[in-house]
Nanobody, 124 residues
Framework: QVTLVESGGGLVQAGDSLRLSCAVSGRTDYVAAMAWFRQSAGKEREFVSGISQNGGYTDVAESVKGRFFVSRNNAKNEMYLEIDILKPEGTAVYYC?????????????????WGQGTQVTVSS
């Protein structure tokens, strides 16, 4: 069994920066590519960013390109999401997800392992 645990969320002001972390434990070999998704109140969960198993390839949603940066440290079994210039519309629960393939997918169905999420609230 593999477990993903997000951390780093909280209440922040618009314009601030934030770094989210996702720790992988247990059968870490079950997770290769990883991704971040988010879900705002009343909306469907949406893809934010993904990263390949070796970190050499990243994918970012157009809506956050230039402000959201994904990275990982395989030695620590962790993935990160650096968020610059937070906006109120960035208020959401942020989830990390993983899949057994080497490249990330924007599809929820392709990601087989999920964390419980971390709340990010951006005040204007």
């Amino acid at each position: 069994q593999v477990t993903l645990v997000e951390s780093g969320g909280g209440l922040v002001q618009a314009g601030d920066s934030l770094r989210l972390s996702c720790a992988v434990s247990g059968r870490t070999d079950y997770v290769a590519a990883m991704a971040w998704f988010r879900q705002s109140a009343g909306k469907e969960r949406e893809f934010v960013s993904g990263i390949s198993q070796n970190g050499g390839y990243t994918d970012v949603a157009e809506s956050v390109k230039g402000r959201f940066f994904v990275s990982r440290n395989n030695a620590k079994n962790e993935m990160y999401l650096e968020i610059d210039i937070l906006k109120p519309e960035g208020t959401a629960v942020y989830y990390c997800a993983g899949r057994g393939r080497n490249y990330p997918s924007q599809s929820e169905e392709d990601n087989t392992t999920w964390g419980q999420g971390t709340q990010v609230t951006v005040s204007s």
